[in-house]
């Protein structure tokens, strides 16, 4: 029966969620129940490509995008596919009339991972992050609103917002990564050879004014979805704390994480503040 094949598909993409990235599984969990596994598809989605390009070394990188990008349209356009996680993904695309003007973005910058090192200019980084990260807030916000287009429109701007800001708090957790396995930097008018506080400050000063902004399209998430939201933003502005009390010369060393004992904490307050409305 073909209703074995898709539950088996959502099933896949539940299972790379949770393998790759406890922090979002556990904020997926608090979303209301009928946004789980579509929320899923999406992160499976993403993260396969992103894999991809950071990962698979030694493979021809280029190579395999291009078919995952041809077997991704082949998905959507036959609403069917063999890739389990591709499937369940076309299945939310389609579900959720997800614009494939964001898939193209998403799938473009997962391209300049692999043709762009350096990001010298503002713009050139904007083109990067809103592909690779305000894309993806969007495909979401498509979920979390259901169908509301008069909502989904209102919260397009905060959305975009909330992806950039994760996504920087990503450029700094993985800095190590970044500059010598993968020789990327993306902080412009930033020399990493010469990252000092003065340097680390600029950007942090610039983060923290991006996470209050966040707060505000939070509050205005459908209920459904703002629990979960918020327990991610409470983790990423965690981890910028944690980046923020550290040396430089530390996060250029180490990957800095958030201790599954303080994610769990995390989960508990913003339950709690959900609870008493102080959102």
């Given at each position: 029966?073909?209703?074995?094949?898709?539950?088996?598909?959502?099933?896949?993409?539940?299972?790379?969620?949770?393998?790759?990235?406890?922090?979002?599984?556990?904020?997926?969990?608090?979303?209301?129940k009928?946004?789980?596994?579509?929320?899923?598809?999406?992160?499976?989605?993403?993260?396969?490509?992103?894999?991809?390009?950071d990962?698979?070394?030694?493979?021809?990188?280029?190579?395999?995008l291009?078919?995952?990008e041809?077997?991704?349209?082949?998905?959507?356009?036959?609403?069917?596919?063999?890739?389990?996680?591709?499937?369940?993904?076309?299945?939310?695309?389609?579900?959720?009339?997800?614009?494939?003007?964001?898939?193209?973005?998403?799938l473009?910058?997962?391209?300049?991972?692999?043709?762009?090192?350096?990001?010298?200019?503002?713009?050139?980084?904007?083109?990067?992050?809103?592909?690779?990260a305000?894309?993806?807030?969007?495909?979401?916000?498509?979920?979390?609103?259901?169908?509301?287009?008069?909502?989904?429109?209102?919260?397009?701007?905060?959305?975009?917002?909330?992806g950039?800001?994760?996504?920087?708090?990503?450029?700094?957790?993985?800095?190590?990564?970044?500059?010598?396995?993968?020789?990327?930097?993306?902080f412009?008018?930033?020399?990493?050879g010469?990252?000092?506080?003065?340097?680390?400050?600029?950007?942090?000063?610039?983060?923290?004014r991006?996470?209050?902004?966040?707060?505000?399209?939070?509050?205005?998430?459908?209920?459904?979805?703002?629990?979960?939201?918020?327990?991610?933003?409470?983790?990423?502005?965690?981890?910028?704390?944690?980046?923020?009390s550290?040396?430089?010369?530390?996060?250029?060393?180490?990957?800095?994480?958030?201790?599954?004992?303080?994610?769990?904490?995390?989960?508990?307050?913003?339950?709690?503040?959900?609870?008493?409305?102080?959102?």
């Amino acid at each position: 029966m073909i209703s074995i094949f898709h539950e088996l598909s959502h099933k896949c993409s539940r299972l790379v969620t949770e393998r790759y990235s406890t922090s979002f599984a556990s904020a997926i969990r608090l979303l209301h129940k009928d946004l789980r596994a579509p929320i899923r598809d999406v992160y499976g989605f993403v993260r396969f490509a992103d894999e991809i390009v950071d990962s698979f070394h030694g493979y021809d990188k280029a190579a395999l995008l291009a078919q995952f990008e041809r077997d991704t349209w082949q998905a959507i356009n036959d609403g069917i596919s063999l890739n389990p996680v591709l499937n369940s993904f076309q299945h939310t695309v389609r579900r959720y009339n997800i614009p494939t003007s964001l898939i193209e973005a998403f799938l473009h910058s997962m391209k300049l991972d692999l043709e762009k090192s350096n990001y010298e200019t503002v713009s050139e980084l904007d083109e990067y992050i809103y592909g690779s990260a305000e894309v993806v807030g969007l495909m979401c916000l498509r979920v979390f609103c259901e169908g509301n287009v008069e909502e989904y429109e209102k919260l397009v701007l905060p959305a975009r917002k909330l992806g950039s800001v994760f996504q920087k708090i990503n450029f700094l957790r993985d800095l190590k990564e970044d500059i010598n396995q993968l020789h990327r930097s993306y902080f412009p008018g930033i020399n990493m050879g010469t990252f000092d506080e003065h340097q680390k400050h600029l950007i942090e000063t610039e983060l923290e004014r991006e996470f209050k902004d966040c707060l505000a399209g939070i509050r205005m998430l459908p209920l459904k979805a703002r629990l979960g939201v918020y327990t991610a933003y409470r983790y990423y502005y965690r981890l910028f704390k944690k980046i923020r009390s550290l040396q430089p010369s530390t996060i250029l060393q180490q990957r800095v994480s958030v201790p599954n004992f303080h994610k769990a904490v995390i989960v508990l307050q913003a339950s709690m503040y959900n609870r008493l409305n102080l959102i």
